[in-house]
């Protein structure tokens, strides 16, 4: 296994954490890419779902630079993770430079910045498809076996976490959901930039903070990201909260 039993029990138990009733999914899927990172001997993470078109959307990522790098498949249409999402099966690469012929925008930006090796895992359930969680290696291998069982047991457990919304809201279908979650992560994106360029941020580190007030003020992501941009609390509360950094 990648980690003891005892690592992977507990990181259950802070994903189930998520699934409280009034859930957000946008954490529940960063949790679950931060989580995979610190399992699995992968070195960047990131989640892709769909929406009612079937178009994918970036929900969750380590990172910015990996978050620009997923954009980058999504938008030239062809990737390992998008095809991993469109068949419903696993793409495992090794080595990315081997597929540059398939995929050339996607696996020259992604040796451009370091990563080597990609396995691309489907969110599924049965026959329903809706989206792909990608774990990222800087060296030119695939993750073992064992793994890969990790992996791909933790994106059926997002996938039944976000197809959990079926009974939180009964008026709600499930793409209406999805398309929430997906319109909160647009929301949590401008929040970032608007800390960013704020206190001349880098990116990752406006997340951070913009996450960790949420933590430790009981809020959900989402909903402080929404009072970010619509200033229902200033930049200044977050910016110098003590704890911003822990």
């Known amino acids: 296994m990648a980690q003891n039993d005892g690592a992977l029990t507990t990181a259950l138990m802070r994903l189930v954490d998520t699934l409280v009733v009034d859930y957000d999914p946008v954490e529940l899927t960063q949790e679950l890419v931060d989580t995979c990172v610190d399992l ?20 969750a990522s380590t990172s910015e630079q990996l978050r620009l790098l997923e954009l980058l498949q999504i938008q030239s249409e062809a990737g390992p993770c998008l ?48 989206g792909a ?3 990222f290696t800087r060296t030119a291998d695939v993750l073992r076996a064992e793994d890969l069982r990790v992996g791909q047991a933790l994106a059926d457990f997002a996938t039944v976490g976000i197809l959990h919304a079926r009974i939180l809201a009964d008026t709600l279908t499930v793409n209406e959901q999805l398309n ?8 949590i994106e401008q929040a970032k930039g608007m800390l960013a360029e704020r206190a001349d941020l880098d990116m990752d580190t406006a997340f951070q903070i913009l996450r960790r007030h949420a933590r430790n003020h009981n809020r959900h992501l989402s909903d402080l990201a929404r009072a970010v941009v619509d200033r229902t609390i200033a930049l200044d509360t977050l910016l110098t909260d003590p704890k911003r950094y822990r």
């Not at 699995?40 to 929900?59: E, I, K, M, S």
């Not at 469109?86 to 990563?115: C, H, K, Y």
């Open 133 to 135: 969680l990608n774990l």
């Open 40 to 59: 699995l001997p992968a070195d960047a993470a990131g989640l892709l779902l769909a929406d009612t078109h079937g178009t994918l959307q970036v929900l």
């Open 180 to 187: 929430t979650a997906l319109n909160s992560r647009v929301i």
């Open 83 to 130: 095809q991993a999402y469109r068949t419903g099966e696993q793409v495992l690469i090794g080595d990315l430079a081997t597929v540059a012929a398939d995929w050339p925008l996607f696996s020259e930006s992604a040796v451009a910045n370091g990563f080597h090796g990609v396995c691309a895992l489907p969110l599924r359930l049965r026959e329903e498809r809706i």
